[in-house]
């Protein structure tokens, strides 16, 4: 299914990787092999403040697991979500219940409809993408693995992070 | 972390990109230039950083046998020339197709192969198959439908070149990657001869890119290595590529392609197949190229131009049997070349001398400003007797698919005024005649 690409917007993604200091993770897996679990890893050595949803387990990666977002007793400024495509669409109406900052869904959390009840709820919306090589692609060290980050500048960057 | 005033990304040209793409200025010197780190090692941060760069959780320098960050610049300069989404870089080209093909192969498998291919990759698939106990079949690339009809349950991938060398076969690229996709198998294309500027597989419908970058990306014969661009688009979760998607032994049970998404296949290429094998490219090499590919465009109109000048009037020579160039006109391969290659077919082709073998070699010993060697892409002229040279290991048989005669003459057009390489093979039918 392609992802349109107004979910995958450049200026978007750099907003909310600058702008956001909580960054709470659906379906984050204490297991240290799961692709959830690279991200809160990067997340937090990067400097956000990682808060894992995951009702199975009361405690990852040393941070409090709350069972829903409707549970977490602060600002969301990033709902990250690492769940089937079709349990994304009643986390997107939580995220807009507790006045989130923005939705990304991870690399294959594909849901058109989530997306549309994120973007009609005021948040910004990233589809199809992983927040840690985004974060890698624009303000980290991911051209150190050779990857294409499409970032093509002239300028002096400040020292990678 | 600071919001650095960033503008609006811009979908850059390609000569643009061919000085600029992964040469950002280096954030703690402000050299303009890619410094050749020219170093085995570096230091950790701490222990719990380098814990993080051996998990991949972090992306970080660890050792430069498997990531260098002058590399890395080449790489994705490379990459991006490409429009993959990232690239690893290898020792040589051989290195690079041996890693690729190392990391989705099983015993067992099978490959289906253009049998118009460079002598040294004819042969490299015949050894490395037979050690690794993997079949192989070649089949005229010509036709799409004897790529269809070499499949087999156990094919795993199809490998064949844009451009093929040194019979100057122009590869129907997407309905082969079409029917590769048919079988859930990824098509593997060697575009060394067309370069990024004359053609992009990917674009086509390719999921892997392989290059000899001591060819024209380099530009100047002054170094060997290779790369490995990735589409990015293939899903390695199909099911016939357990290799990528199932954890891996070979690295504490972390499943690439989960993880890591459509980078997966380069991850699992550089962080378990380039550390085994340990064919890296040197960080020198790297510059090197780097530097080529700054004028890759324009060396690659000249080329072009001096080759379609050369093949035209070798055309007109009595004592030419035939030239096969798919950038002349009557060429068979006309077709696709428009298709694919509407900037040009390249600087490397063929011609017949009428008179054979020894006439071969008679020719080559009259030429000057030629250089008789074996290499192409280089920006000096050069030339080569394939029978007798590259593609010696072949028998008849195999000479013959790969479209090479005993009087058969290889030339890489380099960039010179054209009008003294005619002067130079002017002379050399001067010493046949």
């Known amino acids: ?60 990666m040393g941070f409090r697991s709350y069972p829903s977002l409707e549970d977490i007793p602060k600002t969301v400024d990033v709902v990250d979500v690492f769940r089937d495509p079709s349990a994304a669409i009643n986390i997107a109406r939580q995220a807009v219940a507790v006045g989130a900052g923005a939705l990304w869904l991870q690399f294959g959390v594909i849901s058109d409809q989530a997306a549309e009840i994120a973007r009609a709820g005021g948040l910004d919306v990233v589809m199809d993408r992983c927040f840690k090589i985004e974060h890698a692609r624009y303000i980290g060290r ?7 980050t499409r970032v093509i500048t002239g300028r002096r960057p400040a020292h990678l992070l | 972390m600071q919001n650095p005033d960033q503008k609006p990304l811009r979908s850059f040209g390609f ?7 992964g040469a950002r200025p280096e954030p703690n010197t402000g050299a303009r230039a890619v410094p050749i780190f020219q170093t085995s090692s570096y230091v950790f941060e701490d222990p719990e950083s380098a ?14 046998r498997i990531m260098n960050p002058t590399v890395a610049a080449f790489e ?38 253009s049998a118009a291919l460079y002598g040294g990759t004819v042969t490299q698939l015949k050894h490395l198959f037979r050690k690794m106990s993997v079949g192989l079949t070649f089949v005229d690339p010509d036709s799409p439908e004897n790529w269809k009809a070499a499949l087999a349950d156990e094919t795993k991938l199809l490998f064949a070149e844009t451009i093929g060398n040194p019979g100057g076969n122009v590869l129907d690229i997407e309905p082969v990657a079409g029917i590769a996709h048919g079988h859930d198998i990824p098509l593997v294309v060697d575009n060394t001869f067309a370069t990024p500027y004359l053609c992009r597989p990917i674009d086509w ?24 661009v990735d589409s990015g688009e293939f ?25 890591f998404g459509g980078y997966g296949y380069l991850m699992k290429l550089r962080a378990e197949t380039l550390r085994d094998l340990g064919s890296a490219m040197s960080p020198f090499n790297a510059f090197l190229f780097m530097q080529g590919i700054e004028t890759l465009p324009l060396r690659m109109e000249r080329h072009v131009a001096n080759a379609v000048t050369l093949a035209d009037w070798l055309r007109g020579r009595s004592e030419v049997a035939a030239v096969r160039y798919a950038g002349l006109d009557d060429s068979p391969y006309s077709t696709s070349r428009a298709k694919y290659l509407p900037k040009g077919a390249g600087a490397v082709f063929c011609f017949d001398l009428a008179a054979g073998r020894e006439a071969g070699q008679e020719f080559i010993r009259g030429v000057e400003l030629f250089s008789h060697l074996a290499n192409v892409g280089d920006a000096k002229s050069l030339i080569i007797h394939p029978a007798s040279t590259t593609h010696r290991q072949l028998d008849e048989e195999e000479l013959a698919a790969a479209g090479i005669g005993p009087g058969t003459i290889r030339l890489s057009v380099g960039i010179e005024d054209v009008d003294d390489l005619i002067w130079d093979l002017e002379a050399a039918f001067a010493r046949i005649a």
């Open chain 2, 235 to 259: 899903d390695w979760s199909n099911g016939k590529f357990p290799v990528i998607s199932d954890p891996s032994p070979a690295y504490h049970g972390l499943a690439f392609h989960e993880t």
């Open chain 2, 15 to 21: 000569h643009t990109r061919s000085v600029h793409a």
């Open chain 2, 76 to 113: 994705e300069r490379v990459g991006n020339l490409e429009g993959g989404i990232g690239a690893v870089a290898f020792a040589s080209g051989l290195a690079a197709q041996s890693a690729v093909l190392f990391t989705l192969l099983n015993p067992g498998d099978h490959v289906v192969a």
């Open chain 2, 51 to 64: 814990a993080a760069y051996f998990n991949l959780q972090e992306y970080g320098n660890t050792y430069s």
């Open chain 2, 205 to 228: 419908g390719a999921d892997i890119v392989v290059h000899s970058a001591t060819k024209f990306l380099g530009g100047h014969g002054t170094s060997i290595g290779g790369v490995v």
């Open chain 1, 1 to 60: 299914m392609p992802v349109s690409r107004e979910y995958q917007e450049p200026e978007t993604i750099q907003r909310i990787l600058h702008q956001a200091r909580t960054v709470a993770i659906v379906g984050l897996s204490p297991n240290e092999l799961r692709a959830s679990n690279f991200v809160g890893f990067y997340a937090d050595r990067h400097g956000y403040e990682v808060i894992p949803v995951n009702p199975r387990e009361d405690e990852i």
């Open chain 1, 142 to 148: 991911m051209h150190w693995l050779g990857f294409n």
